[in-house]
Every structure is written in structure tokens, then in C-alpha cells.
């Protein structure tokens, strides 16, 4: 069974930077890694994602502030934010995909990912 433990969060004022990390263990098979946020009164929305080869997208809004990483060595998913804005402010979920073949392209829509992390909170003042 894959668990998912995301660390990071807090209270930043606008401009400042957060490093969000994403512990997995229980992994089997590989997996297209991905970060997502949900706003109060918000649809779940997808922030990053990566793949088994490193490729990375990102949605529109942060394109050029947040960066989304990996260490396999350390089975841990990062996402460097920086000059975070108050519209950032959200819950923040790291999701795993797993696939059987030899590859699979990120995704940011929530619907394929299987297992999912309790959240961290962000929360950018203005």
C-alpha cells in the first residue's frame, strides 16, 4: 500500500518562498508523481506533475515560481515555490499514479491519481 506524506506547509507573506516535500513508501510499481491544490469553495486543480524521465508540466498560473522535483534515492517529491502570491493559498496534495509498461506522460488532472497524501497548508499573505 502506497502512503504519501506531504511536509512543508505554513504562512508566508507575498513574494516569499516555500519548499513543499512529499514522503512515499509502499511503492510496487512506477509512478507519474504529481502536486495538486484545493482553495475553500474550490475544485481540486492540479499544480505539477512529473514523470518517470524527469518531464514536467505545470499549470498556467505558476509556470516560472514553482518547480517540482524528485529524489528516488529518497523516495521524495518536492515542489519549490517561489515568489508566492495570496491566490497560492490553498491545501496542497501530492498524488501518486502507478502504471505498469514503460512510460507514462504527467498529468494534471486528479481523476487518474490513485493514492493521495493528507495535505499541507499554505497560506500567503498579502
Known amino acids: 500500500q502506497v502512503q504519501l506524506v506531504e511536509s512543508g506547509g505554513g504562512s508566508v507573506q507575498a513574494g516569499g518562498s516555500l519548499r513543499l516535500s512529499c514522503l512515499a513508501s509502499?511503492?510496487?510499481?512506477?509512478?507519474?508523481m504529481g502536486w495538486f491544490r484545493q482553495a475553500p469553495g474550490k475544485e481540486r486543480e492540479g499544480v505539477a506533475s512529473?514523470?518517470?524521465?524527469?518531464?514536467?508540466i505545470y499549470t498556467d498560473s505558476v509556470k516560472g515560481r514553482f518547480t517540482i522535483s524528485k529524489d528516488n534515492a529518497k523516495n521524495t517529491l518536492y515542489l519549490q515555490m517561489n515568489t508566492l502570491k495570496p491566490e497560492d493559498t490553498a491545501m496542497y496534495y501530492c498524488a501518486a499514479r502507478p502504471f505498469r509498461g514503460y512510460y507514462l506522460a504527467p498529468n494534471l488532472s486528479p481523476a487518474p491519481y490513485e493514492y493521495w497524501g493528507q495535505g499541507t497548508q499554505v497560506t500567503v499573505s498579502s
Open positions: 512529473i514523470a518517470t524521465d524527469m518531464r514536467a
Open positions: 509502499g511503492y510496487s510499481y512506477n509512478y507519474v
